[in-house]
């Protein structure tokens, strides 16, 4: 679990803009900081329709009261603050009222968004169902704790949003994972095959709840069945290290119209620096959001401004750090199976001669599963430093991260089909000032890796029913996670237009490089990484990297130039 998040400290040059009146600065913490409160209340809600509300509700206060926080530093903890209280406040209302909790008929809950947006498999994809059978408070606190153990949040913000003390909030949590784990059980044996168990649940109307729970949980225990993990179970917070923030759904629409008793304080703190152009924007009635291009943390346009406002400056994800937390490979994935890949594959042709850059752009064979490969030289670490934090979330054309130092680097696919099947245009890497090199693949699989044990068709570009994402001719077929080198500087930009996808760019180190790539079928992954680099100059360089700085990266021409 990670420790180190050093909060929104990077932001505390944007945050006391903001509160100075600047409207750039306010549309980049609306922009940076929405998919923070998306998962927060998401996952409490479990994406029931107030969903929507709450985040609205959340983030109109956080902009009309932040002339108050004194302190930009704690601009994180002092937001998800806001959003547990407007979540405990809307459960105190729906308590009066006793409302159904259920999500409406034909609407996505946030465990199924949370598989689909994040191509979860495996005891991942366990984890995300089996907060479906956890009570409102637990969905509150695993809510913050998902985040904890991802590296958004730390333990002190997780206590200060619930309110309750450190010591105090690490009982709440053990109580929260046991029940969690009894759940993720519940999963386990609804997968399987067991006859007791279905007709125990042909009285069941299908929707998770505490009576349900203690019911399943009562047959599972007195199960030989059921009760028989023939798999190692790995845990939770193992499994949900490095994981990506789940995106901002297409269509959410965000409305900061400030009206009423809103607009008297906004008034009274235009003495305090915030300018009448800021205030007056705010003012303005349904400043709308809809789908669009220029967030990098979501799957929406967001902004604070009327159409013929200019632009914000691009905004970058809510974290830094230089050395983040290691996504691990699943735990329990498909047998090892062939390679199925709508590119072509060949053996990489060899370097004529150890001259930087003279071994690029060659479609390579995925190796045999079960071998292991080979030691990963370890290169100079100074630290990089990333535009976009110890996280970067970058999922539509443009999105872009600027990564600077001496050190390993980490780009983690995500190929989301089932929203839009088609022909991939590829990141392209640009600016290079210095040297980059391809060092070492992992996760654990080939993103042409079968995922699935049900669906033979089914890998990490589609399926047979949805489609699949096709490489250009010549692309070499990514894995899960792909770990780069950079001496200098360069400029990592998404050009995502025939196909769904979305990357996170996370600084890294070589031991983080090293232990990925050897997480291997014994671990229960489908097969074991592949170490590119020779540690000399001719090891490969990225595809599409190029040391000029073109006005569109998705022009840089498919053969690499450095």
């Known amino acids: 679990m990670r420790t180190d998040v050093p909060g929104s400290r990077q932001w505390r040059a944007t945050v006391a803009a903001a509160q100075g009146g600047d409207r750039r600065a306010l549309d980049e913490l609306v922009e940076g900081w929405l998919p923070l409160v998306y998962n927060v209340v998401g996952r409490a809600l479990n994406g029931h329709a107030d969903v929507d509300d709450v985040v609205q509700e959340t983030m109109l206060r ?25 979540i405990r406040d809307r459960a105190r209302r729906r308590q009066d009222r006793k409302l159904d909790e259920a999500v409406p008929d034909g609407a996505a809950d946030f465990a199924e968004l949370t598989v689909l947006r994040l191509q979860l498999a495996g005891q991942r ?15 509150q606190l695993v809510s913050l704790w998902w985040l904890e153990v991802s590296g958004e949040l730390t333990r002190r913000e997780l206590a200060a949003a619930v309110g309750i003390s450190r010591q105090h909030a690490a009982v709440r949590v053990q109580r929260m994972k046991e029940r969690l784990e009894t759940s993720r059980g519940i999963v386990r044996a609804l997968d399987g095959a067991c006859p007791e168990l279905r007709e125990l649940t042909g009285r069941w109307d299908g929707r998770p709840d505490s009576v ?24 939770a917070e193992r499994l949900l290290v490095g994981i990506a923030l789940v995106p901002v759904p297409v269509g959410f629409t965000l409305s900061l119209a400030l009206g009423g008793k809103t607009a008297v304080a906004a ?15 705010l003012t303005k009635p349904a400043v709308a959001v809809t789908a669009g291009a220029t967030i990098v943390a979501g799957g929406a346009y967001v902004a604070v401004r009327t159409p013929h406002d200019p632009a914000p400056r691009t905004a970058v994800s809510p974290t830094a750090a230089v050395t983040p937390a290691v996504p691990r490979a699943p735990a329990t994935t498909p047998a090892p199976s062939p390679s199925t890949s709508p590119s072509p594959s060949r053996s990489p042709s060899p370097s004529a001669a150890a001259v930087y850059g003279s071994v690029v752009d060659a479609v390579d064979t995925a190796p045999d599963p ?8 370890h290169r100079p670490e100074g630290g990089i430093t990333s535009s976009g934090g110890a996280h970067a979330v970058l999922n539509h054309r443009g999105d872009s991260v600027t990564l600077s130092g001496q050190g ?29 090199f391809h060092v070492a693949s992992g996760g654990g699989r080939r993103m ?19 489609g699949y994402a096709v490489l250009p001719a010549g692309a070499q077929q990514m894995w899960q996670n792909e770990y780069y ?14 196909a769904d996808y979305g990357v996170s760019v996370f600084p890294s180190t070589w031991d983080a490089a090293e232990k990925d790539v050897l997480y291997g079928p014994a671990d229960g992954a489908i097969r074991y990484g592949l170490v590119r680099d020779d540690g000399k100059d001719s090891a490969p360089v990225p595809q599409y990297v190029t040391r000029s700085a073109p006005s569109d990266p998705a022009t840089v021409p498919q053969k690499s130039v450095v």
């Open 62 to 86: 956080a902009v009309d009261n932040l002339g108050t926080l004194r302190d930009p530093d704690s601009f994180r903890s002092w937001l998800v603050a806001i959003a547990m209280r407007q």
């Open 125 to 139: 994809r366990e984890v995300a169902e089996a907060v479906r059978w956890l009570d409102a408070e637990d969905r």
């Open 212 to 235: 349900w729970r203690k019911r399943l949980a009562r047959h599972i225990r007195g199960c030989g069945y059921c009760g028989d993990a023939r798999d190692s179970v790995v845990p």
């Open 267 to 281: 008034a009274s703190a235009t003495s305090a620096g915030w300018s009448a152009k800021v205030l007056g924007a």
């Open 370 to 377: 079960d071998t292991r490969p080979g030691a990963l030289p």
């Open 408 to 436: 390993y680097v980490l780009v983690r696919w995500q190929i989301s089909p089932q929203y839009r099947a088609g022909s991939l245009v590829m990141p392209s890497w640009t600016a290079l000032k210095g040297k980059i």
């Open 448 to 466: 042409d890796d079968r995922v699935s044990t049900t669906d033979a068709s089914a890998t990490g570009m589609g399926n047979s029913a949805v």
């Open 485 to 498: 080198y950079v001496d200098g500087s360069v400029t990592f930009t998404v050009n995502e237009r025939g």
